[in-house]
């Protein structure tokens, strides 16, 4: 007799990627552009002096001091984990398993996986039909659920949800509102200046957690810190989700390596604006050429941007013929000829119109 795995987990896709190679790699919303080599080095001598025969801290409590200071939060409001998405998985297993959980589709594609291999039953539903949230829809669902999942700005939509929207759902339900805001760099423009500090911070959902015990806010250092490689997602939000999310994650969840990294990066806020000025600058710079060759193209507050196709499957093959990749989504419900292409430097977005320019099939 063979091992079985529970049927909901045998039911669920496998994550991959179509297996394309490109010259311009512009599907995975990865930060184009990679850490100076002198702060590499840094953090290498860093890790050739830490003893590798023994465990990292426990629960990378520098790391913790230091998004601290910079959130404006207490060291005990932080939760380090390895990538955002053993961050989401943890919530999902202390606070929902066996209940529901409420997710607004389209939206980030591992939040239903992750929700069923934790035990929760997942409730859908819809976007409006401009792709914005419906928060009188999300508190209505999250009736009797145990968790409502928000992601501020959203992926593959690009849209982040007002604060203010934000607060008014927590405010209706009892249920945990967790918001996912991995790509925090690139919101409020108001306020990017101010990255990394606790002003920054006031006009994020970091700001409402003083106000909303049953709020939880998830950080990742893949996007506005440009170290998808290291693997490193935290979450922030009241004392007691904190210590019951500890009981719930792996101690010693980050290496040596993920916790210098981030050290590192988070010690140079003025590395981290000015390449997050760059994205948005390029970002404002896409759209305008997308609109002006007469794409639909939808207004984002992240790092990426999603436009619609006559066929998205053509225009997909087109770009990758042409060495650039970028990431199909016309999958998803209301996504129907939709694509998301990263932004990246400036070389890499001109191939990428120019390639798109040359495209029969991209009227949409």
């Known amino acids: 007799m063979g091992i079985r795995a529970r049927p909901e987990i045998l039911a669920l896709p496998e994550y991959r990627l179509r297996g394309r190679r490109g010259e311009v790699k512009l599907n995975q919303n990865e930060l184009p552009y990679d850490l100076p080599e002198e702060v590499k080095r840094e953090v290498v001598e860093a890790l050739v002096q830490r003893p590798w025969n023994r465990y990292p801290p426990m629960r990378a409590e520098r790391l913790r001091e230091l998004l601290a200071a910079t959130s404006g939060l ?64 999300v508190v209505a669902a999250a009736r009797g659920a145990r968790m409502v999942f928000l992601a501020s700005p959203n992926n593959p939509t690009g849209r982040a949800v007002p604060r203010e929207e934000i607060a008014w759902i927590a405010a209706r339900t009892e249920a945990l509102v967790v918001v996912d805001e991995a790509y925090w760099g690139f919101f409020p423009d108001h306020a990017r200046n101010l990255v990394g500090t606790p002003e920054y911070e006031r006009h994020t959902a970091v700001g409402l957690l003083v106000e909303f015990p049953n709020l939880a806010v998830v950080r990742t250092a893949s996007k506005a810190f440009g170290l998808a490689g290291a693997r490193v997602g935290w979450v922030m939000g009241s004392r007691e989700l904190s210590s019951a999310l500890l009981r719930t994650l792996p101690p010693y969840n980050l290496d040596v390596f993920a ?14 604006r000015s390449r997050i000025a760059r ?7 896409v759209f305008t050429e997308l609109r002006t060759m007469g794409v639909r193209v939808y207004p984002s507050d992240a790092n990426f941007l999603l436009f619609r196709c006559r066929d998205a499957g053509a225009v997909f093959e087109h770009l990758a013929t042409r ?32 390639a798109l320019r040359t495209c029969p099939e991209v009227g949409g």
């Open 323 to 354: 060495g650039v990749l970028v990431r199909d989504v016309s999958h998803f419900p209301q996504l129907e000829g939709c694509l998301r292409v990263t932004i990246g430097t400036p070389e890499e977005n001109e191939r990428f119109l120019a």
């Open 74 to 137: 207490g060291e005990d409001q932080i939760v380090l984990a390895n990538g955002s998405n053993e961050a989401l998985l943890g919530l999902l297993q202390a606070f929902a398993a066996g209940g529901v959980v409420v997710l607004p589709q389209p939206g980030y594609s591992m939040a239903r996986p992750l929700a069923v291999v934790a035990g929760a039953e997942v409730r859908e539903i819809p976007l409006r039909t401009d792709l914005t949230l419906d928060p009188e829809a």
């Open 279 to 285: 994205i948005v600058a390029e970002r404002e710079r």
């Open 259 to 272: 916790q210098l990294a981030v050290e590192a990066v988070i010690g140079r806020p003025d590395l981290v």
